[in-house]
T-cell receptor
Framework: GDSVTQMEGPVTLSEEAFLTINCTYT??????LFWYVQYPGEGLQLLLK?????DKGSNKGFEATYRKETTSFHLEKGSVQVSDSAVYFC?????????????FGTGTRLQVFP | EAGVAQSPRYKIIEKRQSVAFWCNPI?????LYWYQQILGQGPKLLIQ????????DSQLPKDRFSAERLKGVDSTLKIQPAKLEDSAVYLC????????????FGPGTRLTVL
């Protein structure tokens, strides 16, 4: 079945460091890909998305490119801030007739220190 | 615009007891989802409603879990009887319709089964 694999955390960085969180997927067809973020004590929020190959999603300085050839959707940010500390989930939308199930990875905790 | 509301936020019960969670989706959203997020894992879809009909409940443990969405608005998820392995955060999400990319998540209900 469809699945998402993302790097284990925690990822610990100093402020202004470069961030990469790896995500690869297995899916039949052409899924949409997402990054969700969960800040401490809050619900999941959509960070960015890409719906077809070579699309780049971006938001709040974060970017991810849909790479069909490598089945990847790695999350990057050029300069992280303490406020970026959160758990990041990669997900794919496994479509079908009348259903749009989101399949999530296990999450990667990011800790940014001043 | 009000977000997805869930209650209670926290619940502690003993095994074999019953528990119910409530969700009020964003106004006008036809599709409602219940996810289970076990500590250290990504959310897993339990059930999806389109209006008041069930679209996907393939991963719902039907011997103990039940859910309903009367009148196509609010929804209730029930566990009876609870087991230790049901300890998790139960997330409700909604979207305008089944084939849109963005799901909006509530803050979740953290269930601890002792």
């Amino acid at each position: 079945g469809d699945s998402v694999t993302q790097m284990e955390g925690p990822v610990t960085l100093s402020e202004e460091a470069f961030l990469t969180i790896n995500c690869t997927y297995t899916a039949t067809g052409y899924p949409s890909l997402f990054w969700y973020v969960q800040y401490p004590g809050e619900g999941l929020q959509l960070l960015l998305k890409a719906t077809k190959a070579d699309d780049k999603g971006s938001n709040k300085g974060f970017e991810a490119t849909y790479r069909k050839e490598t089945t990847s959707f790695h999350l990057e940010k050029g300069s992280v801030q303490v406020s970026d500390s959160a758990v990041y989930f990669c997900a794919l939308r496994s479509g079908g007739r009348n259903t749009d199930k989101l399949i999530f990875g296990t999450g990667t905790r990011l800790q940014v220190f001043p | 615009e009000a977000g997805v509301a869930q209650s209670p936020r926290y619940k502690i019960i003993e095994k074999r007891q019953s528990v119910a969670f409530w969700c009020n989706p964003i106004s006008g959203h036809a599709t409602l989802y219940w996810y289970q997020q076990i500590l250290g894992q990504g959310p897993k879809l339990l059930i999806q409603f389109q209006n008041n009909g069930v679209v996907d409940d393939s991963q719902l443990p039907k011997d103990r879990f039940s859910a309903e969405r009367l009148k196509g608005v609010d929804s209730t998820l029930k566990i009876q009887p609870a087991k230790l392995e049901d300890s998790a955060v139960y997330l409700c999400a909604s979207s305008t319709r089944w084939d849109t990319d963005t799901q909006y998540f509530g803050p979740g209900t953290r269930l601890t089964v002792l």
